[in-house]
């Protein structure tokens, strides 16, 4: 659910409790991507924020 959105899209998703600090594609890395840097398959995120802004992220991932 996450592949195509941005990470201005997942920021809003969490209230901007949690804050994306890197995304690792391929083995290269993005560090402080951009709002409007647009996730794909594979990518690994790093991430700060309190554990209800994880969950919140989780269910984002992993929504059916």
Do not use: S, W, Y
Not at 9 to 22: C, H, Y
């Amino acid at each position: 659910p996450a592949v195509g959105k941005t990470v201005g899209e997942i920021d809003a998703g969490t209230d901007g409790e949690a804050t994306i600090l890197a995304v690792v594609r391929g083995g290269d890395r993005t560090a402080h991507p951009p709002e409007t840097f647009t996730l794909a398959v594979d990518d690994h995120l790093v991430v700060i924020g309190d554990q209800a802004a994880h969950q919140e992220l989780d269910e984002l991932f992993h929504d059916t």
